[in-house]
């Protein structure tokens, strides 16, 4: 569940008894379910990291050159978000993607698909998917409360591509 007013992202959690351990997920083993508890993070906070990696991406494009696929992660026990810069050489396109994960279920190590995103540098269009998500979320809802992650990133290479476009034309 996504609540906004309360700046949350809220999971219910079926914790499971085996020899004393409790497991975050469902009772698909048929052990016998002992206590019921919420996986509970801030939308803020998830919003802040996302635009911490963003950033990251920025200082590396004003630092270095790059010619691969450049990859960045911040991770900790409830959430990863991971993040790709990549070009097309045919096209001459840079693409960011990053996708959200949050560590609800237990079932994947990496933690559980939020959302999906890519950026089109040269299009100046940015997707959020949650079709991979690993659980039923309103689309437009995550696009509404995601896009705005991206805005100063989407600033920095859309001037970076005018200041590029001017050279190209003065040469």
Same mark, same amino acid.
């Given at each position: 569940?996504? *609540?906004?007013? +309360?700046?949350?992202?809220?999971? =219910?959690? $079926?914790?499971?008894?085996?020899?004393?351990? !409790?497991? =975050?997920?469902?009772?698909? %083993?048929?052990l016998k379910e002992f206590d019921v508890e919420?996986?509970?993070?801030?939308? $803020?906070?998830?919003?802040?990291?996302?635009?911490?990696?963003?950033? &990251?991406?920025?200082? @590396?494009?004003? &630092?270095? &050159?790059?010619? &691969?696929?450049?990859?960045? #992660?911040?991770?900790?026990?409830?959430?990863?978000?991971?993040?790709?810069?990549?070009?097309? !050489? #045919?096209? /001459?396109?840079?693409?960011?993607?990053?996708?959200?994960?949050? !560590?609800?279920?237990? @079932?994947? =190590?990496?933690?559980?698909?939020?959302? /999906? $995103? #890519? @950026? +089109?540098? %040269? #299009?100046?269009?940015?997707?959020i998917s949650t079709e991979n998500s690993d @659980? +039923?979320?309103?689309e437009e809802e995550i696009q509404i409360i995601?896009? *705005?992650?991206?805005?100063?990133?989407?600033?920095?290479?859309?001037? %970076?591509? %005018?200041?590029? /476009?001017?050279?190209?034309?003065? /040469?």
């Amino acid at each position: 569940m996504l *609540d906004i007013n +309360n700046d949350l992202i809220i999971a =219910p959690l $079926s914790g499971l008894e085996n020899d004393g351990r !409790r497991y =975050p997920m469902f009772d698909s %083993e048929g052990l016998k379910e002992f206590d019921v508890e919420a996986f509970c993070i801030r939308i $803020s906070r998830v919003k802040s990291e996302i635009k911490g990696l963003l950033e &990251e991406i920025i200082d @590396f494009l004003m &630092e270095y &050159e790059w010619k &691969e696929e450049v990859s960045f #992660e911040k991770d900790d026990d409830k959430f990863m978000i991971c993040a790709n810069l990549y070009e097309d !050489r #045919e096209n /001459e396109t840079i693409t960011i993607s990053l996708c959200l994960l949050l !560590r609800i279920s237990g @079932f994947h =190590p990496m933690g559980d698909i939020i959302f /999906e $995103s #890519e @950026f +089109n540098v %040269e #299009e100046n269009e940015l997707t959020i998917s949650t079709e991979n998500s690993d @659980f +039923n979320l309103d689309e437009e809802e995550i696009q509404i409360i995601f896009s *705005d992650c991206w805005d100063e990133i989407r600033q920095y290479l859309l001037i %970076e591509k %005018e200041i590029l /476009e001017e050279i190209w034309e003065d /040469e």
